[in-house]
């Protein structure tokens, strides 16, 4: 298996909901990764989790709050968020070691906030 | 921080001529430069990757030349066909990649039949 999957597809949430997006990788990859894709931006950097602890926290508002659960499920659990939080939310992995460069990314969660 | 500049924003070539789209990074801890290629409601795809080592990398049409003195990075697409068109992202990262990927603002190249 060489995907990144990510669910739901499409999520629609108030403000005041709580969701969550996963994401799921069989490659027996150590890094993954979450980033912010708004329309007709490049994809920026949220957190990255490294052999299952987060090593990288981009200055992400707490209203979002990564999980790792195991190796191979990354979680992003979504509450409170805001109309400007509206943006397709992609997941990467990579193998975690200097063989391994290339972050394989899923294809996304697209968040509306209304 | 790292700060990837990228050129042009929107790029229209002839099928069949060749197509050039540059980047400059700031961090010179930077050692992996990837190249994605976005089409219109798709995950980026990984189309070709440097490392600080190498100068000059290619696969088929598509080549990548790196200047580290300079800090620049440069992708080539030769004999461009209509499948090329997509949005076209550089990165740079350090430890190989496996840490933060810093994207480039991206390139919308329009294949012209």
């Known amino acids: 298996d060489t995907e990144v999957t990510q669910t739901p597809k499409h999520l629609v949430m108030g403000m005041t909901n709580k969701k969550s997006l996963k994401c799921e990788q069989h490659?027996?990859?150590?890094?993954m990764y979450w980033y912010k894709q708004k329309a007709k931006k490049p994809p920026e950097l949220m957190f990255v989790?490294?052999?299952?602890?987060?090593?990288i926290n981009e200055s992400v508002p707490s209203r979002f709050s990564p999980e790792c659960p195991n190796s191979s499920l990354l979680n992003l659990h979504l509450h409170a968020l805001q109309p400007e939080d509206s943006a397709l939310y992609l997941c990467?992995?990579?193998?975690?070691?200097?063989?391994?460069?290339?972050?394989?990314f899923g294809p996304g969660t697209r968040l509306t906030v209304l | 921080g790292e700060n990837v500049e990228q050129h042009p924003s929107t790029l229209s070539v002839q099928e069949g001529d060749s197509a050039v789209i540059k980047c400059t990074y700031s961090d010179s801890a930077s050692n992996y430069f990837p190249w994605y290629k976005q089409e219109l409601g798709k995950r980026p795809q990984l189309i070709i990757d440097i490392r600080s080592n190498v100068g000059e990398k290619k696969d088929q049409r598509i080549a990548v030349t790196l200047n580290k003195t300079a800090k620049h990075f440069s992708l080539h697409i030769t004999e461009t066909q209509p499948e090329d068109s997509a949005v076209y992202f550089c990165a740079a990262s350090p430890n190989f990649g496996n840490e933060k990927l810093t994207f480039g603002t991206g390139t919308r190249l329009t294949i012209i039949p």
């Open positions: 990467a992995s990579s193998q975690g070691s200097s063989r391994g460069n290339e972050q394989f």
């Open positions: 989790y490294s052999y299952e602890k987060l090593s």
């Open positions: 490659m027996g990859h150590r890094a």
